[in-house]
């Protein structure tokens, strides 16, 4: 079935290090969302990526989305301990189940020593 | 946005046991979807939740196990069924309010079955 990729698993950085999480599918994506996940807590909303080669940024975070719609990539700049977390990535299943379902990667776990 | 309260954040249950949890959203929502996220891992969809009809599972998951209603268009129950140690996990429901729309998670309910 269709897959989402994320690599990734694990990341240790120094404080103020840059990090850059993958997300990689062999199928061409409607659009792509990103999800940051704290410690204990739920998955929240960071963005969508729906252009070809588009780029979003969010203060320290920059998101891309591949020419060919079938890659993206978080990265954050300059980390901080308040990046802590695990970061996923989602595709909008292509087809069957139920319309809107999306389809998470495995996450990259951040942790940053200060 | 949606604000979502799910109850119980937490519970500890005996071997052959059910649990209910239960969703509840501020605003009305087409679409509600129950996930898993077993410790350390990503989310898993287990169902969309339906207002009017059955539940649409996915591959893995059946109604015997996981019964789940929907009387509403801002409720819903998901039941954990005849539970065994490896149902513990975390359950969250999410809500969106168009396919291509960022999903809203509750706070999710910590299960651990003994």
């Known amino acids: 079935g269709q897959q989402v990729m994320q690599i990734p698993q694990y990341q240790h950085v120094q404080e103020g290090e840059d990090f850059t999480t993958y997300c990689n599918s062999s199928?061409?994506?409607?659009?792509i969302q990103w999800y940051k996940q704290r410690p204990g807590g739920h998955p929240v909303f960071l963005i969508q990526?729906?252009?070809?080669?588009e780029v979003k940024k969010q203060k320290r975070l920059t998101f891309q989305f591949g020419e060919a719609k079938k890659n993206s990539s978080l990265h954050i700049t300059a980390t901080q301990t308040t990046d802590v977390g695990t970061y996923f990535c989602?595709?909008?299943?292509?087809?069957?189940?139920?319309?809107?379902?999306?389809?998470f990667g495995k996450g990259t776990k951040l942790s940053v020593k200060p | 946005s949606a604000v979502i309260s799910q109850k119980p954040s937490r519970d500890i249950c005996q071997r052959g046991t059910s649990l209910t949890i239960q969703c509840q959203v501020d605003?009305?929502?087409?679409?509600m979807f129950w996930y898993r996220q077993q410790p350390g891992q990503s989310l898993t969809l287990i169902a969309t939740?339906?207002?009017?009809?059955?539940?649409?599972?996915e591959s893995g998951f059946v109604i015997d196990k996981f019964p789940i209603s929907r009387p509403n268009l801002t409720f819903s129950t998901l039941t954990v069924s005849n539970m065994s140690p490896e149902d513990s996990s975390i359950y969250l429901c999410?809500?969106?309010?168009?396919?291509?729309?960022?999903?809203?998670f509750g706070s999710g309910t910590q299960l651990s079955v003994l």
């Open positions: 999410s809500v969106r309010g168009q396919p291509n729309e960022k999903l809203f």
């Open positions: 199928t061409t994506l409607s659009n």
């Open positions: 990526l729906v252009k070809s080669g």
């Open positions: 989602a595709a909008t299943r292509r087809n069957g189940g139920s319309q809107g379902n999306l389809i």
């Open positions: 605003s009305q929502v087409t679409m």
């Open positions: 939740a339906n207002q009017g009809s059955e539940a649409t599972y």
